[in-house]
């Protein structure tokens, strides 16, 4: 009988693979209910199904910051929602507004506005809501997000209600004080600066106040939460029990951005980041709480476009001012997008309610019982859309999808360097594609749209089967079908080498 997407299991079942499912991949969404799903299907960061679609931009109105993070230099944006080392800069909440509208009338698939820095958004909330304010004036359909330490979360809780803010992000590190002074030095509070341990157990009380009270108004909450190793990784399995015992919505573990050259005090010292490795298994063991996010792109304070894609650059100031925007026909443009993914959504939903024995290309289809063949983890170089659209020497990061029987999903995404730069600096090269065979490591396959003779050798010599053929296709629809190539060529009857297990297991 055919399974309907809402009876597929809440969790993967036990001595699956852990991976709790990406935000709300398709089949999740179909199973919330209906007022969750319609505040979430089009929000890229929310569903996972949704950043194939979506995009989402950020208006860096907010300089001023309350604490200190230990992985922050206050020269640059703020790096709790943020690629660290990047500056954006700062716009008034009407530049702001035209910006958004401008964006919004170029990229139809525009659905949220956030607000992330480069400080805290409700350290400086006159400018974060006259933002809001403005922009709901002039096009409502666009939701509103916003991302923050905490520190004042409870005392803008009404106010955010008020602005009919859905979605509201809160970066929480740490549930003991103890963990949160080796993370913030201090915090600026009641007009004076608190260090260590007291500073931690007021944030941390704030934080808690503010999810509690957030929830208690139905706003969608996700929890931020930095792995530092050695600091809070083991720590962050009990803040994903307590965050969803309080109702929060998403739990997104992002790994430590630490480069001496950021001059944050976590790189000067040489706190190192997490592997992927050990993020992935984080995320897998906190997964067993909740839902997770395993797609986040770390954007910056001023990103625009899909996650994943910057094009910030097509929308300085200076460009905007000389586009004459037709709002209405943008609205009309939005509102035909959105239907167009909408009707999409439905086609496959139906196909896999009819054909439950077929193996459809599809995210959270159920090939036929009878396919056999273990699970396998494949990298695809993207450069967004949902689609195998990047060459792999210019591949910023790699999505690793775990591919089986029971299809694919996302479970992870891993930052590489460019090796690809032109011959003359071939040593540097050589070294950075070593680097991305590392990165790369565990994965048997990875598809991208094009690749050169020299990483193709580099990489089958390390155990790795590089693959151009699928180039611009859906990357649902690829991977599964490199994986039924992999198991029609008998590579996954063969005992497994453990690649995939070593990650489950832990
Ligand atoms: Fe921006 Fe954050 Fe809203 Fe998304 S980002 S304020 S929830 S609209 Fe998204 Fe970017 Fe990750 Fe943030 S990918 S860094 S989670
Ligand atoms: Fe930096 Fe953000 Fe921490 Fe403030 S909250 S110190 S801007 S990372």
Redesign the pocket.
Known sequence: MALHVSELPEHPPAGGCSAGRCGTDPARLAALPEDMRRRVENH??YSEDAHRHFA?M?AAVAPACNIQCNYCNRKYDCAN??RPGVVSEVLTPEQAVRKTLAVAAAIPQLS?L???GPGDPLANPERTFATFRLLAEKAPDIKL???TNGLTLPEHVDELARHNIE?V?ITINCIDPEIGAEIYPWIFWRNRRVRGRAAAAILIEQQQKGLEKLVERGILV?I?SVMIPGVNDEHLKAVSRTVKAKGAFLH?VMPLISDAAHGTLYGVMGQRAPTADELARLQDACAGDMQM?RH????RAD?VGL?GEDRGDEFTMEKIAAIEVDHAAALARRTAFRAQVAAEREAPRSIVETVATAVQPLVFHRPAKAAAGRAVLIAVASKGGGMVNEHFGHAREFLIYEVSAGGARLVERRAVDIYCRGSEQCDEETNALSRTIRVLQGCEAVLCAKIGIEPWGRLEAAGIVPNGEHGMEKIEDAVMAVWRGLLTTGQLGRATDGRLERRISA
Do not use: D, F
């Not at 986040?296 to 954007?299: A, S, V």
């Open positions: 890229p960061c989402r950020h929602e943020s949220v956030g607000i992330a997000c916003v991302s979605h992000t996700k931020n997104n996010m986040c792109r770390q954007c990103a996650l």
